[in-house]
């Protein structure tokens, strides 16, 4: 591979101050597998630098690995609207989920949040939401690989946008009857959206995904599939 060759991991943003500081961290492993791959962040929605301005600056060629959990409007529309305005000789990845390296990397935070076996009778994945039917069946597929993964109910539910919203899951999952909910979080980073799961009502909620090394490895799969000859 060329020395010119440059992953741009492209995120939502946050104003969060702890939300970039996790992704650096999360790069910062993805650098590890990399060695001599410039890894650059960029945001598509609240703070900077933006991915037209990262892109802006390289010479050479470079590699955009969205990393968002679903692909709905940010990665179907900015994303691509923003290699295209800068002109530059980018591939663009898919999106991270719903792959397996992140439900499993969802399982593993959940079960470090508890200590009970199993995590709970059932669990609410939260996703951020959206507008865009195609997304929202990403994180059914990422809801059923979970309950594979867990051996309980997992429901999808939404932070913002789409239905079911997260307290209303937790609430229905209540009435049918289960005593233990936990909700798994499918957000990557703290945030606003991390902050409002704390009061919906579940008995355990687990942190985003952060730097976990199966999501690393994701990273960096989509890299070198995507520079290889």
């Given at each position: 591979?060329?020395?010119h060759?440059?992953?741009?991991?492209?995120?939502?943003?946050?104003?969060?101050?702890?939300?970039?500081?996790?992704?650096?961290?999360?790069?910062?492993?993805?650098?590890?597998?990399?060695?001599g791959?410039?890894?650059?962040?960029?945001?598509?929605?609240?703070?900077?630098?933006?991915?037209?301005?990262?892109?802006?600056?390289?010479?050479?060629?470079?590699?955009?690995?969205?990393?968002?959990l679903?692909?709905?409007?940010?990665?179907?529309?900015?994303?691509?609207?923003?290699?295209?305005?800068?002109?530059?000789?980018?591939?663009?990845t898919?999106?991270?989920?719903?792959?397996?390296?992140?439900?499993?990397?969802?399982?593993?935070?959940?079960?470090?949040?508890?200590?009970?076996?199993?995590?709970?009778?059932?669990?609410?994945?939260?996703?951020?939401?959206?507008?865009?039917?195609?997304?929202?069946?990403?994180?059914?597929?990422?809801?059923?690989?979970?309950?594979?993964?867990?051996?309980?109910?997992?429901?999808?539910?939404?932070?913002?946008?789409?239905?079911?919203?997260?307290?209303?899951?937790?609430?229905?999952?209540?009435?049918?009857?289960?005593?233990?909910?936990?909700?798994?979080s499918?957000?990557?980073?703290?945030?606003?959206?991390?902050?409002?799961?704390?009061?919906?009502?579940?008995?355990?909620?687990?942190?985003?995904?952060?730097?976990?090394?199966?999501?690393?490895?994701?990273?960096?799969?989509?890299?070198?599939?995507?520079?290889?000859?």
């Amino acid at each position: 591979m060329s020395d010119h060759d440059v992953l741009v991991a492209v995120a939502h943003g946050t104003r969060a101050p702890a939300g970039p500081v996790v992704l650096e961290e999360l790069l910062d492993l993805v650098r590890e597998r990399l060695p001599g791959v410039q890894v650059r962040i960029a945001y598509v929605d609240v703070i900077g630098p933006t991915l037209e301005e990262v892109l802006a600056e390289l010479d050479g060629r470079a590699v955009v690995v969205p990393m968002f959990l679903a692909s709905g409007y940010h990665v179907r529309v900015d994303v691509p609207a923003a290699v295209a305005a800068t002109g530059a000789a980018v591939t663009v990845t898919p999106a991270l989920g719903p792959d397996p390296a992140v439900v499993a990397a969802v399982a593993s935070r959940l079960r470090a949040a508890t200590d009970a076996v199993p995590v709970a009778d059932a669990v609410v994945i939260a996703a951020a939401g959206s507008s865009d039917q195609a997304a929202l069946g990403e994180v059914a597929v990422a809801a059923g690989r979970l309950a594979a993964e867990l051996g309980v109910e997992v429901v999808p539910a939404y932070v913002t946008t789409a239905a079911p919203a997260v307290p209303d899951a937790v609430a229905g999952l209540r009435a049918a009857g289960h005593s233990r909910i936990a909700v798994a979080s499918y957000l990557l980073a703290p945030g606003l959206f991390q902050e409002r799961l704390a009061s919906v009502g579940a008995d355990v909620v687990a942190p985003p995904i952060g730097p976990h090394p199966l999501v690393a490895d994701l990273i960096a799969s989509r890299y070198l599939e995507a520079v290889a000859p």
